[in-house]
């Protein structure tokens, strides 16, 4: 039980360039979430998903797409990487909203140059 | 419109001190309240959370928090601190069914 994983780990960009994270959960969880963390920010929702197929907005959602095409990935994509999108990239799962726990994956290192 | 504010971006105990992290928030609707930790490059990981049983939360690793209605606050405590302790703490504030909003953090250093 792997719980929530997030590939990769860190990654350097060019601005412009683009990427794709990738979040998967092994728990059955309905609920998926990106983070962006920075220092002093605390953690910002970027999109998020109630279940296989559906996302939604969150509160930093601009520069950002997402896809939820299997229950178990989450997606998140940079089509034009800005220096403002250097950050740690968390992933979470939650078997559902308001009082389930989110469970976190290890984060994404991301520097945008 | 939820928010969470986190009085004190860093706090210092000595090792064996009391820790007190302070949390406060507003929700128009009785909230869901949790707190969460984070370790030197890890992922956030759930202490404890309240979700309308007893005001009192016990957690893991010796924490606990207080729901105090009329204050608005849900602060964290831990009698003992213990150099393992050093972390960053968040604070977090829910509605049914909706997203979660977390405060922007409280790193704690213990001092030997």
């Known amino acids: 039980n792997a719980g929530v994983t997030q590939t990769p780990k860190f990654r350097v960009l060019k601005t412009g360039q683009s990427m794709t994270l990738l979040c998967a959960q092994d728990?059955?969880?309905?609920?998926m979430y990106w983070y962006r963390q920075d220092p002093g920010m605390g953690l910002r929702l970027i999109h998020y998903s109630v279940g296989e197929g559906t996302t939604a907005k969150g509160e930093v959602p601009d520069g950002y797409n997402v896809s939820r095409l299997k229950k178990q990935n989450f997606l998140l994509g940079l089509e034009s990487a800005a220096p403002s999108q250097t950050s740690v990239y968390f992933c979470?799962?939650?078997?559902?909203?308001?009082?389930?726990?989110?469970?976190f994956g290890p984060g994404t290192r991301l520097l945008v140059l | 419109a939820q928010s969470v504010t986190q009085l004190g971006s860093h706090v210092s105990v000595s090792e064996g001190a009391l820790v007190l992290l302070r949390c406060n928030y507003s929700?128009?609707?009785?909230?869901?309240l949790f707190w969460y930790v984070q370790y030197p490059n890890q992922g956030l990981q759930l202490l404890l959370k309240?979700?309308?049983?007893?005001?009192l939360v016990k957690g893991i690793n010796g924490f606990e928090a207080e729901f105090k209605k009329s204050e608005t606050s849900f602060h964290l405590t831990k009698p003992s601190a213990h150099m393992s302790d050093a972390a960053e703490y968040f604070c977090a504030v829910s509605k049914r069914d909706d997203k979660i909003i977390f405060g922007k953090g409280t790193r704690l250093h213990i001092l030997p």
């Open positions: 728990m059955n969880h309905e609920y």
């Open positions: 979470a799962s939650s078997p559902g909203g308001g009082a389930g726990t989110q469970y």
């Open positions: 309240y979700t309308s049983a007893a005001t």
């Open positions: 929700s128009s609707v009785p909230p869901y």
